[in-house]
């Protein structure tokens, strides 16, 4: 295993993935959840039992993932708030990952492709953890480090599934890797846990890779008790951690108040969106142009039934084809279980059309497939002495490498601070209004008025019902100091909003009130300062204004 081709590959990874990424460790905190998740989270600020017990047990910010906070307590008690440590460790992890894949895949074609010469196999796994680690599909994934759930629930899923499947192959010691994976698994799931399709991707492992002999006609009718479990008996540790992780998350989502309403978000809405985030993913691993932050959800007229049967085509024509090209098949089913549980088909809290991050498990077996076939193809035109056209292929696949590099870059430069990442996610999405809001805020921000002003208002014109949007605008005339000009956005929230509580009601109703007090309205101050009560009885600026408003003599 660990021959010079074998370090000088391991070696290759590494220079690729430092060399490459190295920018990123001087990036800041952009403020898209890592400012909740680290620079926000007490829990983590010191390492006690305490914090440990909390990290464990608890769902901040709608999300239960102890293993990733614990990799931030540990990143935060060496480099404090300082995000050269927390990107050290993506890139760290993204290299780990790329040299198990290198690892796991060496071994499977050792074991299963044995035509296959062994300098071939282990190119074919280095081509593939070459394209992992510099895809630009990753880069979100490696230079945002929210994205830590990510990095991190990979590291242990390809460690569970490569001792899963030395556990099927072994004759000795077979307990000891079993035990190996649940554990492996019980960390991933930890980590994201939108790991809990791997059960059903170890079941087409088993059908399709592991123990195909015992899946012919004639040993299915022979081995049924075997059979049982292989399928069922020998997953119910994996499927036990997914629906107890399926329960954690749904519990957080409902302490958050994120669960998805079906009547804003049909199941046919879902179902399409679904499909044509699929299809670009997959483009994406091809061609990745176009890539964002933040996929919007496009509107229902906007939707078509085209992804959707172009998707139940393609699985079908796999299928019915599935004894030529079995892996390919496996691949695919692969790639669509994986994603599964991030396509919002069943969603607690999607907020956005689709995210690169959900790919980083998933496109895996698609990059395997590149790289698979590009040293097959390559061996078929070397043996057919077809020179020019091996010759060709060499230079396309050189080609195709230095534009992954080049695009790479330009991602990039997308996650350096929060203000290049909101401006990159307003130019591939020139038409949100979430979008607009977010830039507006980060202008505001870094003090840049005039700009902040502008995107707001245009928020506003793309969505007059954003009740942040008034919200933000108000905040900022307020801190420049033109409070009419804030009276006005906060009056408009409250129209908008007609009494509700939504989005920090009861700060802008304390606005008003506050302003009007400014203005001697005392009566238009009370109202408004109720309803902020109201909406949140303990919110501390409203109850000092009301003993103000109580020591104001009668009139």
Not at 135 to 155: G, M
């Amino acid at each position: 295993m660990f021959s010079v081709r074998f370090s000088l590959a391991i070696g290759l990874i590494i220079c690729c993935s430092f060399g490459l990424y190295s920018q990123t460790l001087f990036f800041d905190f952009v403020h898209y959840d890592d400012n909740l998740y680290i620079l926000e989270d007490a829990a983590i600020h010191h390492i006690s039992l305490e914090t440990l017990y909390t990290i464990l047990l608890s769902t901040e910010n709608s999300y239960w993932g102890p293993v990733v906070r614990f990799s931030y307590m540990i990143d935060y008690a060496l480099w404090g708030e300082n995000a050269f440590g927390f990107h050290l460790s993506n890139q760290l992890l993204h290299i780990a990952n790329a040299t198990i894949l290198l690892f796991f895949l060496n071994w499977l074609l050792s074991h299963f492709f044995t035509t296959i010469d062994k300098k071939n196999q282990l190119v074919m796994a280095l081509l593939t953890a070459l394209i992992v680690t510099i895809h630009p599909q990753n880069v979100e994934t490696v230079a945002w480090i929210a994205a830590r759930k990510d990095l991190l629930s990979v590291f242990f899923l390809l460690l569970t599934i490569f001792s899963y499947c030395i556990y099927t192959q072994r004759q000795h010691h077979k307990t000891a890797w079993f035990i190996i994976s649940i554990i492996c698994y019980s960390f991933a799931i930890a980590a994201k846990p939108s790991s809990l399709s791997l059960p059903f991707i170890l079941i087409l492992l088993d059908v399709y890779l592991l123990r195909t002999a015992l899946f012919t006609t004639e040993n299915f009718k022979q081995h049924k008790t075997k059979l049982l479990k292989v399928l069922v008996l020998e997953k119910l540790p994996f499927l036990a951690l997914a629906f107890l992780t399926a329960f954690l998350t749904l519990h957080a989502h409902l302490q958050g108040g994120n669960v998805a309403d079906l009547a804003e978000m049909p199941f046919i809405f879902r179902l399409l969106n679904a499909a044509t985030i699929i299809l670009v993913y997959l483009l994406h691993c091809i061609l990745p142009v176009g890539l964002s932050a933040y996929y919007e959800f496009p509107s229902t007229s906007d939707l078509s039934y085209l992804p959707l049967i172009s998707l139940l085509l393609l699985s079908i024509l796999l299928f019915l084809k599935r004894g030529r090209i079995r892996f390919i098949w496996l691949a695919w089913l692969i790639f669509i279980i994986a994603l599964f549980p991030t396509l919002g088909i069943i969603s607690f809290n999607q907020v956005t059309a689709g995210a690169d991050r959900f790919t980083y498990f998933p496109s895996i077996v698609i990059y395997s497939l590149m790289g698979v076939g590009f040293v097959q193809f390559h061996a078929y035109l070397l043996q057919a002495d077809k020179h020019i056209a091996r010759y060709g292929l060499i230079l396309g696949s050189v080609c195709f490498f230095a534009v992954l590099l080049g695009i790479n870059l330009q991602q990039q430069a997308t996650w350096k601070n929060p203000l290049t990442l909101r401006e990159h996610i307003v130019l591939t999405n020139p038409q949100s209004y979430i979008a607009h809001h977010n830039l507006g805020v980060a202008y505001f921000k870094a003090g840049n008025i005039a700009s902040a002003i502008k995107h707001l208002n245009h928020s506003i014109e793309l969505a007059s019902g954003c009740l942040k949007c008034y919200d933000s605008l108000g905040r900022l005339f307020l801190a420049i100091d033109n409070k009419t000009a804030a009276l006005i956005q906060f009056q408009k929230f409250a129209q908008k909003a007609q009494n509700s509580c939504l989005h920090n009601a009861e700060q802008v109703y304390y606005g008003l009130a506050s302003l009007y007090f400014e203005q001697d309205e005392l009566g238009l101050s009370q109202q408004f300062l109720t309803q902020s009560l109201q909406c949140n009885e303990r919110y501390e600026p409203a109850k000092q204004l009301q003993l103000l408003l109580h020591q104001q003599p009668s009139s």
